[in-house]
């Protein structure tokens, strides 16, 4: 049992503030199989002092409000409301394994008697929050760090909402929030716009990204494909000491409290609440939400093996990573779609009959061994093993299976939201290296990226989008099966989709951290020619990109941030792309031959004009858009 809802032992007065309690989603584990992730609300309802309660004046919603998960009749909706903006110091322990990163007293020990937290919360159609659609009671309690976390049902289908939470019995209510449904899925949409997000890292700078969108109101929803915080101490990898961007606690992140306060510290940035606020979010994790290339049995820094990880419901897990799953789900307005599953975050969106989004773990799921820096060459040469994969057989085939469905069902198009890069990468001009190619990438599991395109071609599933992040820097390709199908780069032919890999809310450039535009245009230029099929590349910028879809195409916009190390509204138009349905690649002339910045194959490129004034530490910049 996940949490342990006794209806014959308690009153019945207890037994529905037990009912409450459950609509809290953050009591569930997000995994049957790993029940310790789960709070026993049994036992935390047996502990509360309903004559001990909390001055309702003296609760702040420390974190404001977030959305996320949008279906045609629900959504989640999210809050924190503590008595402190500090996070819970407990270090929830795991049975049966080692106590890795566990010391002290157990949560059980430390626990405050006092009274729950009780929040009233409402959705309404109006701003406001006169119009009621749904409202109900929660209560939320150290044990998940005063998260609040619950599904608002019985809604209408592609419908704005707001929403807002109330302290019970008070007059405290949290920022009233913004949300939107999906339309169901056979009602016939023309335009849909998604936000895309990747690597947002807090001490390389301010999160300027997620906020222009919301300055713009250019976006329904925000797609974010992972690193939504990174787990280094500052010193080890950021400069947050120049921008007072400190990640908390400073120091590597492991225990629960740990993980809690990273993402707490991260939810400062006022154009991350702000975007959080404004629209629902659906998010995966890359591997920095638990450490540096997470796979199925490790990761790089503990340098482990299978031995220090202990099978727990069939995948593999240390204390760390089941500290990181849970801080995770308290923080993020994500739902578990599958209790019975392990640590599962893959899970499919419909929006209306124009898309399917199919989000993707190519991480911490149940990926093969990955490259960990000491056995490069070892995961070079097994990575054409057909046995190989990114996603385990579970993810693999639901993937492939939902690939079907959905053209069975009519879905114009297929966004395929992946962390790391689809398409063949070639580095060996460009970095000199003698392993060319990511091996962390799908270019170290090529037996998964042979099933991915022969489910394609075998089922003449066309209109595929294939969505990545990861690698600090904007890669556009037309999506083709290298050294099986030929292809012309100039036409596109032999092409059966796109990619649009983006660059990172902040985190540097993987080709030097304070690069310059010239060299940076230096290895766009090496890259650009030595893949036949990537179109434009471009690694100078922080920035995201927008999807405009519509049933005739979709249209892709790349910004790039001016700078990120202060918080500003400017962004640069990058480039513009087109897809048109069922040509499956990129339209010609791509980007309509010239882009801001980089490289594009056959296309020119300008260069927008910004200086820095080390002098006075001003940024000179012309031709950016200001948003404010
Ligand atoms: C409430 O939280 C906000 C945001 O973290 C903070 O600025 C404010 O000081 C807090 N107020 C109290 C009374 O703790
Ligand atoms: C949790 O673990 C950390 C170190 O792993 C330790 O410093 C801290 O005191 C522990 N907290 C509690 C409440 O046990
Ligand atoms: C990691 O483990 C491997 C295999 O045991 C070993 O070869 C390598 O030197 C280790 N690396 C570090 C940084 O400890
Ligand atoms: C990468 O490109 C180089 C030269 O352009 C080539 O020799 C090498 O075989 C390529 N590597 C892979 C894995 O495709
Ligand atoms: C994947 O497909 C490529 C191209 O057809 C082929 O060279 C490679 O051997 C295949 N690998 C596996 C594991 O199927
Ligand atoms: C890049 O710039 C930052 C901020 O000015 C500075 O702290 C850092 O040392 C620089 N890094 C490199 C590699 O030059
Ligand atoms: C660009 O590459 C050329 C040729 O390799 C080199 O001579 C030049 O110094 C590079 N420029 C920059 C700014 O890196
Ligand atoms: C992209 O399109 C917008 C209009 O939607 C235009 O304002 C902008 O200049 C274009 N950007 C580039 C780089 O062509
Ligand atoms: C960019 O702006 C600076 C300062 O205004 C100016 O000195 C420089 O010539 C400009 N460069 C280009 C390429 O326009
Ligand atoms: C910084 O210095 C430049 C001249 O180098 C000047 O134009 C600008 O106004 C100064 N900015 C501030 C904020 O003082
Ligand atoms: C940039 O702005 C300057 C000054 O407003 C203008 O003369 C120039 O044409 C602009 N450049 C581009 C590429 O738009």
Not at 206 to 233: M, P, Q, T, W
Request: proline share 5%; glycine share 6%.
């Amino acid at each position: 049992m996940v949490f342990l809802i006794s209806l014959l032992a308690l009153n019945s007065i207890v037994t529905i503030a037990n009912a409450s309690w459950a609509k809290n989603l953050n009591y569930r584990s997000p995994s049957e199989n790993h029940p310790s992730l789960g709070i026993s609300i049994h036992k935390v309802v047996k502990r509360s002092d309903p004559t001990s309660p909390f001055d309702p004046a003296k609760l702040n919603f420390t974190h404001s409000v977030a959305s996320g998960d949008p279906y045609s009749n629900s959504v989640i909706l999210w809050t924190r409301i503590a008595p402190s903006n500090d996070n819970d110091r407990s270090n929830a322990t795991v049975s049966g394994l080692s106590p890795l990163y566990n010391h002290g007293p157990t949560s059980e020990q430390i626990r405050v008697s006092k009274a729950p937290v009780c929040v009233n919360w409402a959705i309404a159609t109006d701003i406001t929050m006169k119009t009621i659609a749904t409202s109900g009671t929660v209560y939320t309690s150290s044990d998940i760090d005063y998260t609040v976390k619950l599904e608002a049902t019985k809604l209408k289908a592609y419908t704005q909402y707001y929403y807002q939470f109330t302290v019970c019995n008070s007059n405290n209510k949290s920022p009233i929030g913004k949300t939107k449904t999906t339309p169901s899925p056979d009602d016939h949409v023309t335009s849909v716009s998604l936000g895309i997000y990747s690597c947002s890292n807090y001490p390389f700078g301010f999160f300027n990204a997620y906020g222009n969108s919301i300055r713009k109101k250019s976006i329904d929803y925000a797609i974010h494909l992972g690193d939504y915080i990174y787990e280094y101490a500052n010193g080890e990898y950021g400069w947050g000491n120049s921008l007072g961007r400190i990640p908390q606690p400073d120091g590597q992140i492991y225990t629960l409290y740990d993980y809690r306060k990273r993402i707490a510290t991260y939810r400062t940035d006022l154009d991350l609440l702000e975007s959080h606020a404004s629209v629902p979010w659906i998010p995966v994790w890359d591997d920095h939400e638990v450490s540096d290339n997470t796979y199925r049995d490790g990761a790089s820094e503990l340098n482990n093996t299978e031995a220090s990880f202990v099978a727990d419901g069939g995948v593999s897990v240390d204390q760390r990573k089941m500290n990181a799953v849970r801080a995770y789900f308290e923080w993020m307005p994500i739902r578990q779609v599958e209790m019975d599953d392990n640590l599962r975050i893959w899970r499919s969106f419909s929006i209306g009959s124009l898309v399917d989004l199919l989000m993707l773990d190519t991480r911490v799921y149940d990926r093969s061994i990955t490259d960990l820096y000491w056995n490069t060459d070892y995961v070079r040469d097994i990575s054409n093993d057909a046995g190989r994969s990114l996603m385990g057989s579970r993810q693999e085939n639901w993937f492939y299976n939902s690939l079907i469905s959905s053209k069975k069902r009519g879905a114009i198009w297929r966004l395929i939201g992946s962390q790391v890069i689809f398409s063949r990468l070639n580095q060996s001009q460009a970095l000199g290296a003698d392993t060319p190619l990511n091996y962390d990438a799908w270019d170290g599991y090529q037996s998964n990226k042979n099933r991915t395109f022969q489910t394609l071609y075998e089922n003449n599933i066309g209109n595929n989008i294939m969505l990545a992040g990861d690698s600090h820097a904007s890669w556009v390709t037309d999506l083709v099966w290298n050294d099986n199908k030929p292809y012309d780069p100039k036409t596109g032919s032999g092409s059966i989709g796109v990619e649009f890999a983006g660059s990172a809310v902040t985190s540097p450039c993987p080709y030097g951290a304070n690069i310059t535009q010239a060299t940076a245009d230096n290895y766009t230029s090496i890259l650009v020619a030595q893949n036949p099929e990537l179109q434009w590349n471009d690694l100078y910028y922080r920035g995201y990109y927008e999807l405009h879809i519509s049933p005739e195409k979709v249209d892709a916009k790349y910004f790039g941030m001016p700078t990120v190390r202060t918080r500003n509204p400017y962004e640069i138009s990058l480039a513009n792309f087109t897809v048109k349905s069922g040509e499956n690649r990129l339209s010609r002339p791509v980007a309509g031959g010239r882009v801001e910045s980089g490289t594009l194959k056959g296309g020119s490129t300008r260069h927008t004009n910004i200086t820095h004034d080390t002098a006075n530490n001003t940024w000179l910049i012309t031709n950016a858009t200001s948003l404010r």
